[in-house]
């Protein structure tokens, strides 16, 4: 699952796929929030539809578009808010969340970690063999995200779950020895 933070528009996209082969499109949406609404109010709303994502959905793993500095203050500390609200389901569930920088996504969806917005989805499109681009940008760029996670994270679990596995063997080894 794919989660593109925002807390006016918080996409969310859920893809089925293993690395080396082209993903299937499960759902795309958007979570909205009234601009009108304080904060905490349009977050606990993000939270019960990402609640709602993450039980219908039960995927294997969440990733989250990591935020990065911007010039927009009031922006970069919206979409941290609605980052961390998307984690905190996500580790409630016990699901692993992963963090993907928007130019690791681009890369890994276009080539380019500097392509535009009609790119990404240009290639979400493609990849999904989807008949048009998931509107608004947020829906795109959350299943980019996913993509990107099924692409590339699944290559970073592996690895993880080898060492884990190394760590284990060295200590039953270890074990042994002192007896």
């Given at each position: ?25 499960v ?20 939270e ?7 039980s219908?959905?039960?995927p ?18 919206g ?7 998307a984690?905190?389901?996500?580790a ?10 928007p130019?690791?996504?681009?890369a ?20 999904l ?6 509107k608004?940008?947020?829906?795109a ?22 060492i ?9 080894t ?5 007896r």
């Amino acid at each position: 699952m794919g989660i593109d933070p925002g807390l006016t528009r918080c996409g969310l996209g859920v893809v089925d796929g293993v690395p080396g082969r082209p993903p299937t499109l499960v759902a795309v949406g958007v979570a909205r929030t009234p601009p009108d609404l304080d904060t905490a109010r349009r977050l606990v709303r993000l939270e019960a539809e990402i609640e709602i994502w993450i039980s219908t959905h039960r995927p294997d793993a969440v990733a989250v578009e990591r935020v990065f500095a911007q010039h927009n203050v009031q922006t970069v500390m919206g979409t941290a808010q609605a980052a961390g609200v998307a984690m905190l389901v996500a580790a409630r569930h016990g699901y692993p969340v992963a963090l993907h920088t928007p130019s690791e996504v681009k890369a890994a969806i276009t080539g380019s970690g500097r392509a535009g917005k009609d790119q990404v989805g240009s290639m979400v499109t493609r990849i999904l063999r989807l008949d048009a681009p998931p509107k608004p940008a947020d829906a795109a760029d959350a299943l980019a995200l996913a993509i990107c996670h099924v692409w590339r994270g699944g290559a970073q679990n592996r690895l993880q779950d080898a060492i884990d596995r190394q760590r284990q063997v060295d200590r039953t080894t270890q074990g042994v020895r002192a007896r």
